[in-house]
């Protein structure tokens, strides 16, 4: 099968269009033909070799953690799907595997993929809707009527964490920059920032939640304008944010947490409630076909998607 693979880590000259065997399903997972994938910053962190001691050596390896496609084989114990379901999905094993024209799908990874939405349109869900779902459900402990703050409200994650928020009943502030003020506010937003030209942190408002979808501001030049019990969730592991998280784990009042994104069918299946209910939709930037893979990478990388790029293999 065509895939775009990397023999080494390093730049976008490393991902190489080529041909691969198709992946061997096991017992628990999906054989799926691949319509579309996405990009997320961390495709290019892993090529770059920045979680080697988690990706290993073992090349080639196929990026790629979000796939929309339809079911070609399944393995003797799963149940819920068959032959002919379009499904989509995050995949779970390390590196990902969904820029190439089939990959094996975890039964637990995967779910029906939503009637109204096309192949391209699910392909941008999966990690980053996930990331914004559990970064304010479970971090966050979101509730209606909470204050939520999405910095990065433009990016991927951010687009997801602000309808996300609405749908569960927040007063939600998007913070982007000047461009992308009407695509924020046509999301659902109560209120946006532009922060080019406001600093959010020097405000007099307090937010119950503040989720900093692309890790720019810390805990530390958060806590003022978090409520005394309010949380303060990032997307971005530093030092400074896992100190900060262990501190405020055993103190009373503010939190500081990170999101880790898990993979699981039961969070796709929420998701598609949502859009099903046309409470969340994909904003998508640009497409790439997978033989630009390449050229979509050194887009995520420049840090200005505005919502997902996709990568669609005709
Ligand atoms: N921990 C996890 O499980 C997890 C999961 C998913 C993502 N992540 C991480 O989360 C981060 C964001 O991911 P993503 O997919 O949302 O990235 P993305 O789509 O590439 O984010 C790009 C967006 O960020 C905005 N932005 C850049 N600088 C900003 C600033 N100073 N203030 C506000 N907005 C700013 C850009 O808007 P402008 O063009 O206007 O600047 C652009 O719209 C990445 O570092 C990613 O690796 C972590």
């Known amino acids: 099968m065509k895939a775009i693979a990397i023999n080494k880590y390093g730049g976008t000259e490393v991902l190489q269009y080529t041909d691969i065997p198709e992946p061997q399903i096991k017992p628990d997972q999906l054989l799926v033909k691949i319509h579309a994938s996405s990009v997320n910053p961390v495709d290019w962190k892993i090529r770059y070799g920045h979680l080697q ?120 502030t998007g913070v982007c920059s000047r461009k992308n003020t009407e695509l924020v506010e046509s999301l659902g937003t109560d209120r946006v920032i532009d922060y080019t030209t406001q600093d959010f942190t020097k405000n007099a408002v307090q937010y119950d939640i503040i989720f900093d979808a692309v890790g ?41 947490k990170l999101i880790v994104a898990q993979s699981n069918s039961q969070d796709l299946a929420y998701l598609k409630d949502l859009i099903t209910a046309d409470k969340v939709r994909t904003v998508i930037d640009r497409t790439f076909p997978l033989s630009e893979l390449a050229e979509a990478h050194a887009y995520s990388e420049a840090g200005h998607a505005v919502g997902k790029i996709i990568i669609t293999m005709t």
């Open 216 to 256: 720019k501001q810390s805990f530390s030049q958060c806590k003022k304008v978090l409520q005394p019990n309010g949380v303060y969730v990032t997307t971005l592991p530093s030092t400074e944010s896992l100190v900060q998280s262990a501190i405020t784990f055993v103190l009373p009042g503010q939190k500081a």
């Open 53 to 172: 001691l988690l990706t290993g050596y073992n090349f080639p390896l196929v990026l790629g953690f979000d796939a929309a496609g339809i079911v070609t084989a399944v393995g003797d114990a799963v149940t819920r799907f068959q032959v002919g379901d379009s499904v989509y999905a995050y995949l779970k094993s390390l590196p990902g595997g969904a820029d190439a024209e089939y990959a094996a799908v975890s039964e637990s990874a995967a779910c029906v993929k939503p009637d109204n939405m096309s192949y391209e349109e699910a392909a941008g869900v999966p990690l980053a809707a996930i990331t914004a779902l559990q970064g304010l459900r479970d971090q966050g402990q979101i509730l209606p009527g909470h204050k939520v703050l999405v910095n990065g409200a433009s990016g991927g994650v951010g687009t997801f964490a602000v309808q996300i928020a609405k749908a569960i009943g927040a007063e939600v």
